[in-house]
């Protein structure tokens, strides 16, 4: 079989327990002022920002502190440049969970740009980005979205008209990913849970791809090898476990090289447009679609008996193993992959889409603007929709 494919640059990567303690020498490899970029009050209340601070002191920066409360806005992106231009910075430390590094991602690039950052979002604005960029040191305090690994920020704007879109460019690619479970440690259970079913949803996505390369496949199944043992028990009791943590967040890095190389399928077609109208955390929506997901993607492959689709439902097949399935037959181990996401959803405790004001009434203009990329088999419109109904 003959293979042509790209992979784009990734990070560099610090892992390792404590090594968030050297970030104060990592950045000042960049320059001397620095942006920082944390939530609200989580890093705080955990007690490293005064650790991170201690360390970018240390080092002799000049720290500007910017804080992004909640999934960011293109309102929150422009005031964070607005604030910090005149401040000069030579690099973005990000510290925080997806939506700050998505930030962090933003706003190193609009330094970069002139007007606001709605005029360069994929689907919304006319512009295109230079792709100019400050330089970008990731640091994960949750482990799902893979953000430290991707050249996109997600900006969203909730309600009946809004949207989640990327600012995109090979360009946004952090030049440094740290990687410290310490820092996950305080993470509630219910923050663990979500944030890794979405980086267990872009490792099966990304794997099945029909973008997927030799490459990705490899990644892809190391990230599930690691996540899927340790994920429930991360779960548990707020997971002290430092070699838990450390594989959780080793499998979410890589949910987010997998994805950058070999796109996502039709949960994140929908789980997007999902998170325009409602405000719900991703990986919550991630992880109510993806069984529904799973158990129509094979049923069409089942349906299509072309050798492509047989090596689909092969791979899936694959992944089930990893949950412990050893039926003879592919398409029962699919099935038992399928029951157990369910599983998993009652297991991790994760809300149904409703709790989040989701109803029927939304469910078809969700459809619409829905995308089935790279998914094995393309669901039709009746199945995303009932994809959406089974959790609600």
Known sequence: MQ??????PMPGVASGPG???????????????ALLITGASSLERSGSLARILKALEEAG???????????????????AVNDSRDKAPAVVLAV???SVLDAGKAVAAM??????????????????PSGQSLPVIAVPTTSGTGSEATKNAVISEVGRHGFKKSLRHDNYIPKLAILDPILCLSTPPSVTAACGMDALTQLIE??????ASVLTDALALDGLRHLIPALPEACDKGGADIDCR?????????????????????????????????????????????????????????????????RSIEKFARIAELFGASHNNAVDRCRHLTDSLYRWLED????????????????????ESASNKCNPLPLTAEQMARMIRDRC
């Open 246 to 310: 450390a594989s959780v967040a080793y499998g979410a890095f890589l949910s987010g090289v997998t994805l950058a190389n070999a796109g996502l399928g039709v949960v994140h077609g929908v789980a997007g447009p999902m998170g325009g109208i409602v405000d719900i955390p991703h990986g919550v929506a991630c992880a109510n679609l993806l069984p529904f997901a799973v158990k129509a993607t094979v049923e069409n492959l089942t349906a299509s008996d072309t050798a492509e689709s047989k």
């Open 96 to 98: 925080g969970g997806g």
């Open 3 to 8: 293979y042509i494919y790209q992979f784009a």
């Open 19 to 33: 090594v968030v303690e050297r970030s104060g020498k990592f950045t000042a490899a960049f320059g001397r002022k």
């Open 61 to 79: 920066l000049t720290v500007h502190h910017c804080r992004i409360d909640g999934e960011p806005s293109p309102a929150m992106i422009d005031a």
């Open 348 to 367: 991790l405790s994760i809300a149904r889409l409703g709790r989040f004001g989701l109803t029927d009434d939304d469910v078809e203009s969700i459809v």
């Open 206 to 211: 990304s794997y099945v791809s029909t973008r």
């Open 111 to 128: 330094l970069k740009e002139t007007g606001s950052v709605l005029d360069f979002l994929e689907g919304v604005g006319a512009k295109t």
